[in-house]
């Protein structure tokens, strides 16, 4: 079973963005968390990160068929980015939003997500940890649709 861990813009600049928002890690090395955790878990993991929307959106169109679900993080594309919306929803896939930070208790526009009301729930000021929960909750949603 494989399952999408999507990064939107700037989230490849973890290094250089304020590690007091976003914290310590690389994206490299939250990648890497992930792929171990989806061994643990019997799952493949297929990390992505992209500054454009369009590329965010070719990659779901081409893996959806391959793919059981998804956990993104949409960067600053969540709170505007209607298309990369619209490309989850025709998916069809079961999505799991994360955001590093809280985007509550931060700027007014932050707390809005055009992402949360399509997704199945959504993980905000975790950190990387923020990651980890979504893959385990999402690969055991899956994995008990696909018991009899
Ligand atoms: C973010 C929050 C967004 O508002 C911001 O634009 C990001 C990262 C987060 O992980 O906390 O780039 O998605």
Same mark, same amino acid.
């Given at each position: 079973?494989?399952?999408? &861990?999507?990064?939107?813009?700037?989230?490849?600049?973890?290094?250089?963005? #304020?590690? *007091? &928002?976003?914290?310590?890690?690389?994206?490299?090395? %939250?990648?890497?968390?992930?792929?171990?955790?989806?061994?643990?878990?019997?799952?493949?993991?297929?990390?992505?990160?992209?500054?454009?929307? /369009?590329?965010? =959106?070719?990659?779901?169109? $081409?893996?959806? !068929?391959?793919?059981?679900? %998804? &956990?993104?993080? !949409?960067?600053?594309?969540?709170?505007?980015?209607?298309?990369?919306?619209?490309?989850?929803? #025709?998916?069809?896939?079961? =999505? =799991? $939003?994360?955001?590093?930070?809280? %985007?509550?208790?931060?700027? $007014?526009?932050?707390?809005?997500?055009? %992402?949360?009301? =399509?997704?199945?729930?959504?993980?905000?000021?975790?950190?990387?940890? /923020?990651? &980890?929960? +979504?893959?385990?909750?999402?690969?055991?949603?899956?994995? +008990? #649709?696909? *018991?009899?």
């Amino acid at each position: 079973m494989r399952i999408l &861990v999507i990064h939107g813009p700037n989230l490849n600049m973890l290094d250089k963005r #304020d590690k *007091s &928002v976003y914290g310590e890690k690389t994206l490299p090395e %939250i990648d890497s968390l992930l792929k171990k955790q989806g061994q643990a878990l019997n799952v493949e993991v297929v990390t992505f990160q992209s500054n454009h929307e /369009g590329a965010l =959106i070719d990659f779901i169109q $081409e893996q959806t !068929p391959s793919t059981r679900g %998804i &956990v993104i993080n !949409p960067g600053a594309l969540t709170h505007y980015g209607l298309s990369l919306r619209d490309a989850l929803v #025709d998916s069809k896939l079961p =999505i =799991i $939003e994360v955001h590093l930070s809280n %985007i509550y208790r931060r700027e $007014e526009w932050r707390a809005r997500s055009v %992402i949360a009301p =399509i997704a199945k729930g959504q993980i905000s000021g975790l950190g990387w940890k /923020g990651y &980890v929960a +979504a893959l385990q909750a999402l690969a055991g949603e899956l994995k +008990a #649709d696909a *018991s009899p």
